[in-house]
C-alpha cells in the first residue's frame, strides 16, 4: 500500500492531483457542449427533412 499514493499539490486549499488527461482551458467545456448540442439539432432536423421529402 506504500507505492500507492496520491500525489498532490496544495493549492489555496484545494488538492489537485497530477494526472495526465490534460485540464481544459476556460470556456473550453462549454463551447465543446454547444457544439455537441448544434450537432444533434442538425441531425434531428435532418432526419424530420429528410421524412417529409
Excluded at 489555496?12 to 473550453?28: D, F, K, L, V
Excluded at 442538425?42 to 417529409?52: E, T
Aim: charged fraction near 25%.
Amino acid at each position: 500500500m506504500e507505492g500507492r499514493r496520491n500525489r498532490g499539490v496544495m493549492l489555496s486549499g484545494e488538492r489537485r492531483y497530477s494526472s495526465r488527461r490534460p485540464i481544459p482551458r476556460r470556456g473550453q467545456v462549454k463551447a465543446s457542449i454547444a457544439i455537441g448540442l448544434a450537432q444533434s439539432l442538425a441531425a434531428l432536423f435532418s432526419l424530420a427533412v429528410g421524412r417529409h421529402a
